[in-house]
């Protein structure tokens, strides 16, 4: 049945700079495009450029930031960042907000975050990136140039949204000129090595990505679901030289809600394994103003009021990490 499986999509003919957003190929990506984010809301990409031995040296790469002493990670603490980058340690995030984490449910997983160096508007998630200090510059330089790398396939795929949008295929070219595109690189420890009491814990919640369009990467230990229409759980299972593509709230809410954010989550893996994954959460600049797009726009169907990208994503990390949250606090103070 329609919307049961992740469907794979080969999106050769819409990669790189010059491809012809009139020719047939390009259409026919748009349209596989447009019908798997109105279903499933979630799509494989094969064919989309990047030799396998690059996405294979960025997993070895988090792999060493991982296996850093804990010490060493810590030096990178996300809670001294004003704007959201370095490491997260295991259990520190609660990305289902139904659960509580103090109370000790927190993700199974640890996380390092990193964007572009965008200097001025530091409150505004704009800022420099917090690596542990243990980290040479070439390794720096290589993850940075795979978040460049990452960032350029997304707005190839951004532009074969187009079409189905209503809106001209340069539509994003100024929306993403400060994106506000976080790279996530994410360890999941082996089951075997957690305790009794976090058996049945999830090594990711339950949840909706909160942006635009999330790129995710995985390598081939497994644990991912997402939830169909029908409210079953699907295993998104790794396929050998795809990644994964996926649609935030503020996707679906400018679309009317025809495009769906796909709720997911990650199972411990059973394995003896770590599972790594790395997301890229491809968002437009802070002040981008979004509302309906023009091709979901329909007689006594009321446009999203205009927002402001940025306030939004705040509001939704602010409710993720409690560290913000009472640094909020001491501002208002
Ligand atoms: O690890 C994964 O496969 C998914 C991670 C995820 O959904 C997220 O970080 O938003
Ligand atoms: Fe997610």
Same mark, same amino acid.
């Given at each position: 049945? &329609? ?122 998630? $704009? ?9 040479? &510059? ?182 993720? $990490? ?12």
């Amino acid at each position: 049945m &329609e919307g049961r499986e992740i469907p794979v999509i080969d999106v050769g003919a819409v990669i790189g700079d010059n491809t012809d957003v009139d020719s047939e190929a390009f259409r026919a990506v748009a349209s596989q495009i447009d019908h798997a984010c109105r279903t499933i809301g979630f799509f494989y990409i094969t064919n989309f450029g990047v030799a396998d031995d690059l996405m294979n040296r960025t997993l070895l790469l988090a792999r060493q930031l991982f296996d850093l002493p804990l010490e060493e990670k810590e030096k990178a603490s996300i809670t001294k960042s004003p704007n959201h980058r370095g490491y997260v340690g295991m259990g520190i995030e609660n990305i289902d907000d139904t659960i509580d984490a103090e109370a000790g449910h927190g993700d199974l997983k640890e996380a390092f975050d990193l964007s572009d160096d965008i200097h001025g508007g530091e409150d505004k998630l $704009y800022g420099p990136n917090l690596w542990p200090p243990a980290l040479d &510059e070439k390794w720096r330089n290589e993850m940075m140039d795979h978040y460049h790398r990452m960032c350029k396939l997304c707005m190839s795929i951004l532009r074969a949204f187009t079409p189905s949008l209503g809106v001209s295929p340069d539509h994003f070219e100024e929306m993403y000129e400060r994106p506000l595109a976080a790279l996530r690189l994410l360890r999941y420890p082996p089951s075997k090595s957690t305790n009794k009491k976090a058996e049945h814990q999830l090594a990711c919640g339950t949840h909706t990505d909160y942006g635009f369009i999330t790129l995710l990467q995985q390598d081939n230990v497994g644990g991912l679901q997402v939830q169909n229409t029908m409210g079953e759980w699907v295993d998104a299972l790794p396929i050998p030289n795809t990644l994964l593509i996926n649609l935030g709230d503020m996707m679906s809410a400018v679309t009317n809600h025809q495009y769906v954010a796909t709720p997911h989550r990650v199972l411990q893996n059973g394995t003896t394994n770590y599972r790594y994954s790395i997301p890229l959460f491809f968002n437009p600049q802070w002040s981008t103003v979004l509302t309906t797009f023009p091709a979901f726009l329909r007689e006594g169907v009321e446009p999203v009021p205009p927002f402001v990208f940025g306030e939004h994503l705040t509001a939704r990390l602010n409710a993720t $990490y409690s560290h913000r949250r009472e640094e909020k606090v001491k501002d208002s103070a």
